[in-house]
């Protein structure tokens, strides 16, 4: 496994550097659970608006390592709920997260007077993406 490379960080903001939908698994109690998700993808993490007392955020908080797959792409992480949407530290993920879903975040479905609407960050550890016939097996932890 090699660290993240140029070509591959390039093929990573190409294909999820924007409104994306992924496969997010979380685990309780060893069962697994999966759901789609909205996410982008900015230097090695993926950014999830949602909800903090959702299942997904309580099963992340039991046990924060995640897997999730797209396009091509699957790897392992840990979710990190960074809190309030709001919150002055998260001001420069949030303005990212208003332009990479301008389609639908003011849509009415989000509450962001709730202090329980709030930013998932999936830190990625480990990935494999194929790419036009190349493999790249990678380690973001380096």
């Given amino acids: 496994m090699e660290k993240l490379s140029k070509a591959?960080?390039?093929i990573l903001i190409d294909r999820?550097?924007?409104d994306c939908i992924i496969a997010l698994?979380?685990?309780i109690d060893d069962v697994p659970y999966v759901r789609n998700v909205n996410a982008f993808y900015d230097n090695g993490a993926?950014?999830?608006?949602?909800?903090?007392?959702?299942?997904?955020?309580?099963?992340?908080?039991?046990?924060?390592?995640?897997a999730i797959s797209g396009d091509w792409f699957t790897a392992h992480g840990k979710g990190i709920n960074l809190g309030y949407f709001g919150k002055?530290?998260?001001?420069?993920i949030a303005k990212k997260m208003k332009v990479a879903f301008s389609e639908w975040i003011d849509?009415?479905?989000n509450n962001f007077d709730d202090i329980n609407t709030c930013i998932l960050c999936i830190k990625l550890t480990d990935g494999l993406l194929f790419s036009h016939g190349t493999r790249y097996e990678i380690d973001f932890s380096k």
């Fill in 25 to 27: 698994a979380t685990t």
């Fill in 46 to 66: 993926f950014y999830v608006l949602t909800y903090g007392l959702s299942n997904k955020m309580r099963q992340i908080e039991h046990n924060p390592t995640v």
């Fill in 88 to 92: 002055a530290e998260n001001a420069r």
């Fill in 8 to 10: 591959a960080e390039a």
């Fill in 107 to 109: 849509n009415g479905h």
């Fill in 16 to 18: 999820f550097g924007k």
